[in-house]
């Protein structure tokens, strides 16, 4: 069993940056690899970015490449989620969510799940 919690959200303005934290607590952390979410009003939930067990890997929604960064530190049981250049279609809740497998695309995949926390985005 895997915890998961999100922090860093918050109200920000086009084009400023929020880094999102993902804090993992019970099972060996860097056994998991760990993928974010995004869920806006009205939408379907929607994969934003995912790093593999050791970091060495990563993947991103065409829609943030570029402007968000992943990241983890497995000694801190830490993931992040930096996000540049924000705008307001970035705006909704953000997940992390692991997975004792290879990183994936697909939010079915993932066993755990974080509570999440509201990014929004005014223009």
């Known amino acids: 069993q895997v915890q998961l919690v999100e922090s860093g959200g918050g109200l920000v303005q086009a084009g400023n940056s929020l880094r999102l934290s993902c804090a993992a607590s019970?099972?060996?952390?860097?056994?998991?690899?760990v993928g974010w979410f995004r869920r806006a009003p009205g939408k379907e939930r929607e994969f934003v970015a995912a790093?593999?067990?050791?970091?060495?890997?990563?993947s991103y929604a065409d829609s943030v490449k570029g402007r968000f960064t992943i990241s983890r530190d497995n000694a801190k049981s830490m993931a992040y989620l930096q996000m540049n250049s924000l705008k307001p279609e970035d705006t909704a809740v953000y997940y992390c969510?692991?997975?004792?497998?290879?990183?994936?695309?697909?939010?079915?995949?993932?066993?755990?799940w974080g509570q999440g926390t509201q990014v929004t985005v005014s223009s």
């Open positions: 019970g099972r060996t952390f860097g056994n998991y690899s």
């Open positions: 969510a692991a997975r004792n497998l290879a990183r994936s695309t697909i939010p079915t995949y993932y066993d755990y």
């Open positions: 790093i593999s067990w050791r970091g060495g890997m990563t």
